[in-house]
């Protein structure tokens, strides 16, 4: 007899955006005149820049011609791309990250939901709240999170770090010692970041408690402020305590393309001596079978000085939308944080409202959607989140909504 897997059937509800869509499909029914402005899922809107369509286009080229036809993909991924990575990511950034440490994926959100399997079930996790709803969840299904308190919203065996207003969104050293630690700087939901000092601090904790950090640095394109680390890896001593999430989603416009990396190095270790780097070179051989050749181009060529300068320019659009955004609430009388590096804009509720309440509130009244802060985590509550990742005139338009209300 089939049984479902029950650590699975433990996750509560939907997932957050399954809900905001449910919740904006039953509106926009009920309202097919008003026009929404969707300021709420983290995705680019932006197309493909010139440069990185070129590339697509010749690598299909290739795809046609028996000469150049290409198979399956080296399952960590092709050198080309990992070449071009470690010189022009990691290099300039004074780290000593070789090719061979740079695991080629599909993108960010699966390495961050897989990454849990490589360690044992009694692995101790510590996360930031409000958190990317990835790391927990992946870890119930992992059977590793102990029990659910609906009140609280948190499960039993999950060490929380809140990321408030009093702590400047930056987690503190958490008291009881965790394994596993997720940190994402600059951070979704709430666009704060940490500085290189700080994130020192987690690297030596980490090395003295023979932890590992992944951290998730989807956004570090986003940096527009010295002394903020762009990578783990400049801290020191961080290739013996870390692995770090890239994505070429946000700094490339890829949330349809999928593109992304992780970074093993070579010195971590476990406990017991074994080699993280070994065993994710196995998983991945074993269950992934390598992005695309054409896709892995695409990605190549976001590295060529028109890739750079015209990616640039995109994440510069969205910062004007995020300046734009984070200036009329200000304006508004809202207090808001985030926003400088980050596309992320993280907002208090007015008068105490519930997240939810004042998603109910923005989109009847507005009718822009945004995400309620609640949904990442129990620190999230009385907060709402607004992306950057629309279009300049929604973005404007939206501001001249919320300032009416
Ligand atoms: C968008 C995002 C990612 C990237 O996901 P992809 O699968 O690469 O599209 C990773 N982490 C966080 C926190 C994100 O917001």
Known sequence: MIHANED?????????????????????????DKKIIRLGI?????????????????????????????????DLGY???????????????????????????????????????????????????PVYPVYVDTNVMAGRTGTYDEATGTWSNVIYMPCTAANGYSPELPGEVPDLIYLCFPNNPT????????????????????AVIVYDAAYEAYISEEGIPHSIFECEGARTCAIELRSFSKNAGFTGTRLGYTVIPKDLVDAD??????????????????????????????????????????IAYYMNNAKTIKEGLADAGYTVSGGVNAPYIWLKTPDGMSS???????????????TPGSGFGASGEGYFRLTAFGSYENSVEAMKRIKAL
């Open 8 to 32: 699975y059937l433990k996750l509560p509800g939907s997932y957050l955006f399954s809900t905001i869509a449910k919740k904006v499909a039953a509106f926009s029914e009920k309202n097919p």
């Open 42 to 74: 983290g995705d680019v809107t932006q197309p493909l820049c010139p440069a990185v369509i070129e590339a697509i286009h010749k690598a299909t080229d290739e795809m046609a011609d028996a000469a150049t036809f290409r198979g399956y993909a080296p």
């Open 356 to 370: 939810w309440d004042f998603f109910d509130y923005l989109l009847e009244k507005a009718n822009v959607v945004g």
């Open 273 to 314: 001596g074994v080699s993280l780097h070994a065993l994710w070179a196995r998983r991945h051989g074993t269950k992934f079978n390598g992005a695309p050749y054409i896709i892995q181009r695409a990605g190549e060529a976001v590295y060529s000085e028109e890739g750079q300068r015209q990616t640039r320019e995109q």
């Open 191 to 210: 666009g704060a970041t940490i500085s290189r000092a700080q994130l020192q601090e987690w690297v030596d904790y980490a090395n003295k408690n023979h």
């Open 79 to 129: 050198a080309f791309l990992r070449d071009t990575i470690a010189e022009k990511v990691f290099r300039p950034l004074g780290t000593d990250i070789t090719a061979d440490e740079i695991f080629i994926s599909d993108g960010a959100k699966s390495d961050s939901a897989n990454i849990q399997e490589i360690f044992t079930h009694d692995t101790k996790v510590a996360v930031c709240d």
